[in-house]
């Protein structure tokens, strides 16, 4: 079995989500894709790190305040 790699997994989302349009007019592309993988990224994160708040800020870039906005945000707290 291959790895796969996020760009790879992006890649076929993306071409995937663009061909089921089927001529439709696409627009906003780019906030619909950031603001639908925020909160799963996030989650898979938090349960990776069983749920520690710190270490998950550590691992995503954030800090602590930031990642509870967020968790708040996304209904995950």
């Given at each position: 079995?291959?790895?796969?790699?996020?760009?790879?997994?992006?890649?076929?989302?993306?071409?995937?989500?663009?061909?089921?349009?089927?001529?439709?007019?696409?627009?906003?592309?780019?906030?619909?894709?950031?603001?639908?993988?925020?909160?799963?990224?996030?989650?898979?994160?938090?349960?990776?790190?069983?749920?520690?708040?710190?270490?998950?800020?550590e691992?995503l870039?954030?800090?602590?305040?930031?990642?509870?906005?967020?968790?708040?945000?996304?209904?995950l707290?």
């Amino acid at each position: 079995m291959t790895k796969k790699t996020i760009v790879e997994s992006v890649q076929r989302s993306v071409a995937d989500y663009l061909n089921t349009m089927d001529g439709h007019e696409v627009n906003g592309l780019y906030d619909m894709v950031m603001s639908e993988v925020e909160a799963p990224l996030i989650e898979c994160v938090l349960n990776f790190t069983n749920n520690n708040q710190s270490q998950t800020a550590e691992i995503l870039g954030l800090n602590r305040g930031t990642l509870r906005r967020k968790l708040r945000k996304h209904r995950l707290l």
